[in-house]
């Protein structure tokens, strides 16, 4: 089907450190996107990719559209305490409007 | 300006009674979507309006599950009656644009069915 695998589930990081996750589907999807639920809010969208092999980033966070439309990436440099939260990788087809989301990765910053 | 709202923000109930979600998309958004996140699973489309007609109620999971949107303003989702595996947070998201992916959501609202 069209089922997102998001992997890790679970990251516990130093201050600092370098981040990288990742969304892989059997489906392919014309557009990936990105969202960041911080603690008791909504989910927020970080980046959306449009284009196969595209690479676009947004301050401290990169995101690439896989050249296969399958796979997608979200990387986070020199991690803060604020970049805790739960990422959600997101796959939408342009023939209808739902998306398909990924259980998310929780993001763990130690000071 | 008034991002979107979600009431209650938990709400705990018995298995079998009945409890109604209310959403305030942003001013202006058409499009309303219904989503739902079992703890530690991924985030489930339930369904989408387009002001207020259903464009796609697909992943509604049963009868029991009943959303409306009289007005093309708020929506509500009734669960009636309530069955354990009901619980989560039921988010809802607005959009201007459809087709983009680009939603905001509202906090959400956790349902509890003991």
């Known amino acids: 089907g069209q089922q997102l695998n998001q992997s890790p589930q679970s990251m516990f990081i130093q201050e600092g450190e370098d981040v990288s996750m990742n969304c892989t589907s059997s489906?392919?999807?014309?557009?990936w996107l990105w969202y960041k639920q911080d603690p008791g809010e909504g989910p927020v969208l970080l980046i959306a990719l449009y284009k196969a092999g595209e690479l676009t980033s947004n301050g401290r966070l990169t995101a690439q559209f896989g050249i296969t439309r399958k796979d997608s990436f979200l990387n986070i440099s020199a991690s803060i305490p604020s970049d805790v939260g739960i990422y959600f990788c997101a796959g939408l087809k342009r023939n209808n409007n739902d998306m398909r989301f990924g259980a998310g990765t929780r993001l763990t910053v130690k000071p | 300006e008034a991002g979107v709202t979600q009431f209650p923000s938990h709400s705990v109930i018995e298995k079998g009674q009945t409890v109604t979600l209310r959403c305030d998309p942003i001013?202006?958004?058409?499009?309303l979507y219904w989503y739902r996140r079992v703890m530690g699973k991924e985030i489930k489309f339930l369904l989408h309006?387009?002001?207020?007609?259903?464009?796609?109620e697909s992943g509604m999971p049963n009868n029991r599950f009943l959303a409306e949107r009289t007005g093309g303003t708020y929506s509500t989702l009734k669960v009636q009656p309530a069955e354990l595996e009901d619980s989560g947070v039921y988010f809802c998201?607005?959009?201007?644009?459809?087709?983009?992916?680009?939603?905001?959501f509202g906090e959400g609202s956790r349902l509890t069915v003991l």
């Open positions: 001013s202006g958004h058409d499009n």
């Open positions: 998201a607005s959009s201007q644009v459809s087709g983009t992916g680009e939603l905001f």
């Open positions: 489906s392919i999807f014309n557009t």
């Open positions: 309006f387009v002001k207020e007609s259903k464009q796609d």
